[in-house]
């Protein structure tokens, strides 16, 4: 099993930046793929971005190519979302999750760790 805690949520203006990050404790760190999903109220829990174990591999919505990075410090047992060009549509509760296994998968079912999320608002 691995606990999840994300932080660096908050209220930004649109075309804004936040960083997310993502500390991990229990399994080895880096024989986790890790992944960023987000839910907006009312909506279902989306994929965001994923990075593999070693962090060599990520994988990316669409609509976050370009504006968002993942990355990973596995010294660190550390995770890290960087949201640029920030939009309203972001908005949402963003959820740091960890796999049993090294590759960035989509679905959130291949999932099985999850932090408690963090609430990221963009106003216009």
């Known amino acids: 099993q691995v606990w999840l805690v994300e932080s660096g949520g908050g209220l930004v203006q649109a075309g804004g930046s936040l960083r997310l990050s993502c500390a991990a404790s229990?399994?080895?760190?880096?024989?986790?793929?890790m992944g960023w999903f987000r839910q907006a109220p009312g909506k279902e829990r989306d994929f965001v971005a994923a990075i593999s174990g070693s962090g060599s591999f990520t994988n990316y919505a669409d609509s976050e190519k370009g504006r968002f990075t993942i990355f990973r410090d596995n010294a660190k047992n550390t995770v890290y979302l960087q949201m640029n060009s920030l939009r309203p549509e972001d908005t949402a509760v963003y959820y740091c999750?960890?796999?049993?296994?090294?590759?960035?998968?989509?679905?959130?079912?291949?999932?099985?760790?999850w932090g408690q999320g963090t609430q990221v608002t963009v106003s216009s």
């Open positions: 999750a960890a796999r049993a296994g090294v590759w960035p998968t989509r679905d959130t079912r291949d999932y099985g760790d």
């Open positions: 229990g399994r080895t760190f880096s024989a986790s793929a």
